[in-house]
């Protein structure tokens, strides 16, 4: 979540996802076993609210997340 402190709002919403699988080369190994990847963000400006239906359906508009 970013925050926009000036105007007491959210300025924008990410969704990360773990993933642990590795496409690398013989003998290469990652450094840390998963990586977290983003797969979803919403700002106020360009979408009505929250919405991703993985792994369950989720609709929060925006002004439930008034402040």
């Avoid at 000036?6 to 919403?13: D, F, N, P, T, W």
């Avoid at 642990?20 to 290469?28: K, Q």
């Avoid at 840390?32 to 979408?47: E, H, K, N, Q």
């Amino acid at each position: 979540m970013t925050l926009r402190p000036e105007r007491s709002e959210i300025a924008m919403i990410r969704a990360f996802a773990g993933e642990t699988t590795h496409e690398l080369p013989a003998g290469v190994r990652p450094l840390y076993p998963a990586d977290s990847r983003l797969i979803g963000r919403w700002t106020p400006t360009d979408s009505e609210g929250i919405e991703i239906d993985f792994p369950f359906p989720t609709r929060i508009p925006w002004s439930d997340l008034e402040f």
